[in-house]
């Protein structure tokens, strides 16, 4: 029930329930009232005293090793390739005892297809310079350009003496084969055999750059 502010009236018993009623309405009467704007900030207390710092715990077990990520790509050659250029060719000696294996950049001079996804020359067939399969040993011969090839490992000489008989006097001359004997002589055809061509040599192992 509402409040009613003449209750209890002056001199009356106390009755539980008629003071109950009355504390109800005026909490009723209370809570109706509005809020008021909220008062301002009071001052800030001084800081607390900073605490002690505590010991240092012990370190706990190493955990185990994560998983291997993946392989990233392939950088630039590094320099144990010296200053030889992507493409250039070297001589090698590949039979010399304690020669090292070959580096990844190089590729012997044999005919071989490369097949090196690093390499500019993937797919490439490279140049045969070492006689593999039955090719032929070369030797470098500069030029304006690359890739030409010329010249032969023997080479055949041919040609026929002339013989004429003057005074009971035998003369022997060397000519060409196309010579015409003249009256009273008559000419004896040679042909020596196939002969090497070469210089003195020393063999190595053509490689060239391929990255």
């Not at 005892?97 to 490279?126: H, I, K, R, Y």
């Not at 196939?194 to 063999?203: G, N």
Request: proline content about 10%; charged content about 10%; hydrophobic content about 35%.
């Amino acid at each position: 029930m509402p409040f009613d502010p003449t209750l209890p009236v002056t001199n009356a018993p106390i009755v539980s329930a008629e003071l109950r009623n009355q504390f109800n309405g005026l909490k009723t009467l209370i809570d109706a009232i509005p809020a008021g704007p909220p008062g301002p900030a009071g001052p800030q207390g001084p800081a607390g005293a900073t605490g002690a710092t505590g010991a240092t715990g012990a370190t706990g077990a190493q955990g185990p090793a994560g998983a291997t990520g993946a392989t990233g790509a392939q950088g630039p050659a590094g320099p144990s390739v010296g200053a030889v250029p992507v493409g250039g060719i070297v001589a090698w000696l590949k039979s010399f005892p304690n020669t090292p294996a070959l580096p990844t950049e190089f590729a012997e001079c044999n005919g071989q297809v490369l097949s090196d996804a690093g390499s500019p020359f993937n797919g490439a067939t490279l140049p045969n310079l070492n006689g593999a399969s039955g090719g032929t040993k070369r030797f470098l011969r500069g030029a304006s350009t690359s890739g030409g090839t010329g010249g032969n490992e023997t080479h055949t000489h041919s040609g026929a003496t002339e013989q004429t008989q003057l005074d009971d006097q035998i003369s022997v001359s060397t000519t060409t084969a196309d010579t015409v004997a003249t009256a009273g002589g008559h000419v004896h055809p040679f042909t020596t055999g196939a002969t090497s061509s070469l210089p003195s040599y020393y063999e190595t192992v053509w490689v060239m750059r391929v990255k």
